[in-house]
């Protein structure tokens, strides 16, 4: 299992401000990721990195923007916070595992956004 | 693209109770995994179980099996002796499979209520 942490886990926010969400894991993924959801939906890929210095827009167009200067850190930035940014944003990272045969995603926590 | 569908918004048993949840994909690829995540009201996504589609058996976790008809395209859970603790959103997920990060696509999700 992954360990993976995102801070904050809430934040409220004005209109305008600039905003960056973290994302941090300890075993060392190669993989990833950065998903939105909006409450009682599913999620939408907007970010993925396989590596550092490695990064690529996902399935949903988002403004936000990410960065992968070390494999354990995958911050997310918005750079002016807008209403329609609320959302909850997850992170996740992964690794191929020969014995599971199988690339496995591992979720944070998430944070739930609100930009007033 | 890989579409996957859940076609039941939500469901209510009683504990101990056995449930079905159904889920449906749509690809062209012959190599995927599929998946099943839950997120508890406390929001972290868990992986609850694994499928390989190139394995005709059907996986099992403890109370947590699966029914893949890889004809059909469906991909069922069925939790067995219910929980309180099993009250979730649930998630089908595909994955196609292959080099570099691999996206997940998610269903619209299940909200599951087990009662007391």
């Known amino acids: 299992e992954a360990d993976i942490y995102q801070t904050p886990r809430y934040l409220v926010i004005g209109t305008g401000k600039k905003i960056t969400l973290e994302c941090s894991q300890t075993?060392?993924?190669?993989?990833m990721y950065w998903y939105q959801q909006d409450p009682g939906m599913e999620l939408h890929l907007i970010h993925y990195?396989?590596?550092?210095?490695?990064?690529e827009k996902g399935d949903l167009s988002s403004e936000s923007t990410v960065s992968r200067i070390r494999t354990e850190h995958f911050p997310l930035t918005l750079e002016s916070a807008r209403p329609s940014h609320t959302s909850q944003y997850l992170c996740?990272?992964?690794?191929?595992?020969?014995?599971?045969?199988?690339?496995?995603?591992?979720f944070g926590p998430g944070t739930r956004l609100t930009v007033l | 693209a890989q579409t996957v569908t859940q076609s039941q918004p939500e469901m209510s048993v009683q504990e101990a109770e056995t449930v079905t949840l159904s889920c449906t994909y749509d690809?062209?690829?012959?190599?995927?995994?599929l998946f099943w995540y839950k997120q508890p009201p406390s929001r972290q996504m868990i992986l609850v179980i694994r499928q390989e589609a190139y394995k005709q058996q059907n996986a099992t976790e403890n109370r947590f099996s699966v029914n893949f008809q890889k004809a059909a395209k469906s991909f069922s859970l069925k939790i067995s002796d219910s929980q309180l603790g099993d009250t979730a959103m649930y998630f089908c997920?595909?994955?196609?499979?292959?080099?570099?990060?691999?996206?997940?696509?998610f269903g619209q999700g299940t909200r599951l209520t087990i009662n007391p």
């Open positions: 997920a595909f994955m196609k499979r292959g080099q570099g990060a691999q996206k997940l696509v």
């Open positions: 990195s396989y590596g550092v210095n490695s990064t």
């Open positions: 996740a990272s992964s690794e191929y595992s020969a014995r599971a045969s199988t690339d496995t995603q591992y």
């Open positions: 690809t062209s690829e012959s190599n995927y995994y």
């Open positions: 075993m060392g993924h190669d993989k």
